[in-house]
């Protein structure tokens, strides 16, 4: 069975704090996504990777970094926390050319 | 632009009555149409992929079919199990194949 992993099922953090969302991810996967979902938007591409320190901006990169040091592993970074940015944070992990497996997700809340 | 619209948003039926939801879309080069369940809270679960028109896949109660414009997931005597949000997705190419999504429909199946 694939298994995607993150870090924190639920977060908490203050405006203008950095945080760290982190996904591993088990079946040698060479690409990996990171997702915000917020109800009347759908799933929204941020960041994706197809190989090790390689990235590639989505559809809303703003206020968000990421890296892959790591083939298993790939982290979104919020440089500067805004409420804006309070979402249900998804990654997911494919082989190429092949459907995406979600990790649980993690909900992020900023104050 | 590469576009996904699901039919209806939401969709509520009796336990044991058959529908369908749909999907339609518009991409310059399609690579595979995926199904995705989405319960409250969690991650998407993988569910189908399509590659072609004409293409069916079926899982217990559900079942996928592909036309050049578009994916309907049929419902056969649905159980208040089978609620979720069923979420469609095309995959596009950028560096790495990427999916794109639409809005889901969210099916409340009553007992």
């Known amino acids: 069975d694939v298994k995607v992993t993150q870090s924190s099922r639920y977060l908490v953090k203050r405006t203008g704090e950095k945080v760290f969302l982190e996904c591993v991810q088990d079946?040698?996967?060479?690409?990996m996504f990171w997702y915000r979902q917020d109800p009347g938007l759908g799933l929204r591409l941020i960041y994706f990777?197809?190989?090790?320190?390689?990235?590639e901006k989505g559809d809303i990169p703003e206020g968000y970094s990421v890296s892959r040091e790591k083939k298993e592993r790939f982290s979104l970074i919020l440089e500067s926390a805004s409420t804006n940015q309070t979402s249900m944070y998804l990654c997911?992990?494919?082989?190429?050319?092949?459907?995406?497996?979600f990790g649980p997700g993690t909900r992020l809340t900023v104050t | 632009e590469d576009q996904v619209t699901q039919s209806p948003e939401a969709l509520r039926l009796q336990e044991g009555e058959s529908s369908s939801l749909n999907c339609s879309y518009t991409?310059?080069?399609?690579?595979?149409l995926f199904w995705y369940r989405q319960d409250p809270g969690k991650g998407p679960e993988f569910l189908f992929t399509?590659?072609?028109a004409g293409e069916e896949k079926e899982k217990e109660r559900l079942k996928a079919t592909l036309t050049k414009k578009e994916s309907f997931l049929h419902i056969t005597a649905p159980k208040p199990e089978d609620s979720a949000t069923y979420l469609c997705?095309?995959?596009?190419?950028?560096?790495?194949?990427?999916?794109?999504f639409g809005q889901g429909t969210r099916l409340t199946i009553n007992p």
């Open positions: 997911a992990s494919s082989p190429p050319k092949a459907e995406q497996y």
């Open positions: 079946m040698d996967h060479e690409n």
């Open positions: 990777s197809y190989d090790v320190k390689m990235k």
């Open positions: 991409v310059s080069g399609l690579r595979g």
């Open positions: 399509l590659y072609s």
């Open positions: 997705a095309v995959g596009v190419i950028q560096g790495a194949q990427k999916l794109v």
